[in-house]
């Protein structure tokens, strides 16, 4: 979602007539965009921003953009006085009205507002970040307030985007040469357009079920989308996967734990029974589909058997992968309000002991391919060699 809106950013300040460059030591203007899902990604934000102090002689202005931008606002300015401008997730359209100000005498912008009306999702093929894969933004904000999580209040409520939009802009990059398009969202299967515009002839369980239908149609060759949120996870999912052959073979399905107790408590609406009927859905396809998820070790309360039901949990999906995380407690979250009482180490600990369960999982499963054909598509040199590509298959 930061790809994406660096792109827009970009999109918005070339058509102002921006030139951009990717040294800081050249620019007159540095945006830095930020991310406070974990502490760390916030605190890397304020040594960034100490870093660009000395970069040049030029005193470039300075703008934090992103989440930590939208909850922390003028904060910012008593952290880093160097910073010029504060521009919160939804302002990113109005960049370089932001500068004009500065540049027009102001001494220190701040925009935390809302996106405009009729505002639409403008991203230049020149901006992308790969001249093949597209990311597709659906659905911006999040409605479900999961008690670790800080995304409903540096994004906002859910916002889908109209269907019709969509589908016009993977139409285009379908034109424009692009192979493969992710749609994405803090939970894509939650998309709730306001009208049924541009999904009238798709069918589909739920509007997502649909969208993904009408996204097949327009004939582009790889379709993928994350995240799906598992209260939300219909089976025609599933089914719509089944029947189009380029909505490619994966599925990220984000658990966070293997503990009935811990899930309640982090409010994420599912049980591990729940969970366990969607990843059945999902392992009985047809086709043969890749399952991965992200689980958060250490909450508040978590004890040595809450964990091992995490091990269980991830022994029984068997992903392709999985992404860990260390609880950080979050600022204003329902869940910092409890006590963080699982240690440093401990958090340690289960991270490592998960993490080579899932190591020796996944291996067993990526040996599997081999000797086997696959469709790879090429997205650049391999950064452990200049010998191989890198690239990912369906
Ligand atoms: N909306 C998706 C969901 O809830 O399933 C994913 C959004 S989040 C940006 C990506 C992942 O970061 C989450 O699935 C969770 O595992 C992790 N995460 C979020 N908040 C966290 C926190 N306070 N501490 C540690 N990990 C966290």
Redesign the pocket.
């Known amino acids: 979602m930061n790809v994406a809106d660096s792109e827009r950013a970009a999109t918005a300040l070339r058509q102002a007539g921006y030139d951009l460059t990717l040294l800081p030591e050249m620019a007159d203007v540095v945006l830095v965009n930020t991310c406070s899902?974990?502490d760390r990604a916030e605190q890397k934000v304020y040594k960034r921003i100490r870093q660009l102090r000395g970069v040049s002689d030029k005193k470039p202005l300075i703008g934090i953009m992103g989440c930590v931008a939208q909850l922390e606002g003028t904060a910012v300015f008593a952290k880093a006085p160097d910073v010029d401008m504060i521009i919160g997730t939804r302002a990113t359209d109005r960049i370089p009205a932001l500068i004009e100000r500065i540049q027009g005498g102001e001494e220190a912008v701040i925009d935390l507002g809302e996106r405009a009306q009729g505002e639409v999702w403008d991203v230049s093929p020149l901006e992308r970040h790969s001249p093949f894969v597209a990311f597709v933004p659906i659905i911006e904000g999040?409605n479900?307030f999961?008690s670790?999580?800080?995304?409903p209040y540096s994004r906002g409520r859910e916002k889908s985007r109209s269907a019709s939009e969509i589908i016009e802009e993977v139409r285009r990059l379908r034109e424009l040469g692009f192979r493969e398009v992710h749609l994405i969202g803090?939970?894509v299967n939650s998309y709730r357009p306001r009208s049924d515009e541009g999904l009238e002839q798709s069918s589909g369980a739920t509007p997502f079920c649909k969208l993904l239908r009408a996204v097949s149609d327009t004939g582009i060759e790889r379709i993928k989308f994350t995240?799906s949120?598992p209260r939300d996870f219909h089976p025609d999912i599933v089914a719509a996967i089944e029947e189009c052959p380029n909505l490619c073979d994966w599925v990220h399905l984000?658990v966070?734990s293997g503990s009935d107790r811990i899930l309640r408590a982090m409010r994420r609406g599912h049980v591990v029974d729940d969970y366990l009927r969607r990843v059945d859905a999902i392992k009985n396809s047809k086709r043969r589909l890749s399952l991965t998820s992200?689980?958060?070790v250490g909450f508040p309360g978590e004890t040595e058997e809450d964990f091992q039901d995490t091990m269980k949990l991830v022994e029984r999906c068997q992903y392709d992968g999985l992404?860990i995380?260390?609880?950080?407690?979050?600022p204003g979250?329902p869940?910092s309000k409890l006590n963080d009482d699982v240690s440093e180490d401990q958090k340690k600990t289960r991270f490592l002991e998960l993490e080579n369960r899932q190591f020796q999982l996944q291996n067993i499963i990526y040996h599997g391919y081999i000797g086997r054909t696959v469709s790879v598509l090429v997205e650049g040199r391999s950064a452990r060699s200049e010998a191989d590509l890198t690239g990912h298959s369906t």
């Not at 670790?148 to 995304?151: A, L």
């Open positions: 899902v974990r999040c479900k999961c670790f999580c800080i995304v803090q939970n995240t949120f984000p966070q992200d689980i958060i992404y995380f260390k609880y950080s407690s979050r979250t869940a």
